[in-house]
T-cell receptor, first 110, second 112 residues
Framework: QKEVEQNSGPLSVPEGAIASLNCTYSDRVSQSFFWYRQYSGKSPELIMSIYSNGDKEDGRFTAQLNKASQYVSLLIRDSQPSDSATYLCAVPNTGNQFYFGTGTSLTVIP | DGGITQSPKYLFRKEGQNVTLSCEQNLNHDAMYWYRQDPGQGLRLIYYSQIVNDFQKGDIAEGYSVSREKKESFPLTVTSAQKNPTAFYLC???????????FGPGTRLTVL
């Protein structure tokens, strides 16, 4: 089992819809969780950090964490064509190495 | 402006050559990382350093070397022993308290 798993997609949603991205992780002691957005040809950009169970909202983005089920999700409300990118889930281990998922490719259709 | 810089943006290497990729940060972060990304794939850890003069191998360290003589700098050398070095190389640094990792703009290396 990989440390971090994501659905690779591609995921397509119409403009204005909610995009839902999911990530599961294997290390039960993980305490921090991150979502990155990566546009084609560019480096990853940190868009959300979450540390405790529940929801964390930042603008159109909501991160949801459920440590008991070992999953973290990212919801993008009112999706825009500019949200089209690959989204990476990252979870650090106790040794401060980061495990990244392979990413979910999102396309928002105008 | 605070941030992470990588140079060059594009690099071409002939077979048998060693090349060095630069990574500098002015965020005062202790930890720094090097990743490799191949098309359509995730990030793979090459080396990381948590303090000056100390670094550890990641999952794919063979054919690479690093140094950490200054807190701000973490250069990566791709040696001739790395058989398939064509990839996108990403440097990152990490905050101490919130554990957030930030990336530089990357260097795209191509072997001719």
């Amino acid at each position: 089992q990989k440390e971090v798993e994501q659905n690779s997609g591609p995921l397509s949603v119409p403009e204005g819809a909610i995009a839902s991205l999911n990530c599961t992780y294997s290390d039960r002691v993980s305490q921090s969780f991150f979502w990155y957005r990566q546009y084609s040809g560019k480096s990853p950009e940190l868009i959300m950090s979450i540390y405790s169970n529940g929801d964390k909202e930042d603008g159109r983005f909501t991160a949801q964490l459920n440590k008991a089920s070992q999953y973290v999700s990212l919801l993008i409300r009112d999706s825009q064509p500019s949200d089209s990118a690959t989204y990476l889930c990252a979870v650090p281990n106790t040794g401060n190495q980061f495990y990244f998922g392979t990413g979910t490719s999102l396309t928002v259709i105008p | 402006d605070g941030g992470i810089t990588q140079s060059p943006k594009y690099l071409f290497r002939k077979e048998g050559q060693n090349v060095t990729l630069s990574c500098e940060q002015n965020l005062n972060h202790d930890a720094m990382y090097w990743y490799r990304q191949d098309p359509g794939q995730g990030l793979r850890l090459i080396y990381y350093s948590q303090i000056v003069n100390d670094f550890q191998k990641g999952d794919i360290a063979e054919g690479y070397s690093v140094s950490r003589e200054k807190k701000e700098s973490f250069p990566l050398t791709v040696t001739s022993a790395q058989k398939n070095p064509t990839a996108f190389y990403l440097c990152a640094s990490r905050t101490g308290f919130y554990n957030e990792q930030f990336f530089g703009p990357g260097t795209r290396l191509t072997v001719l």
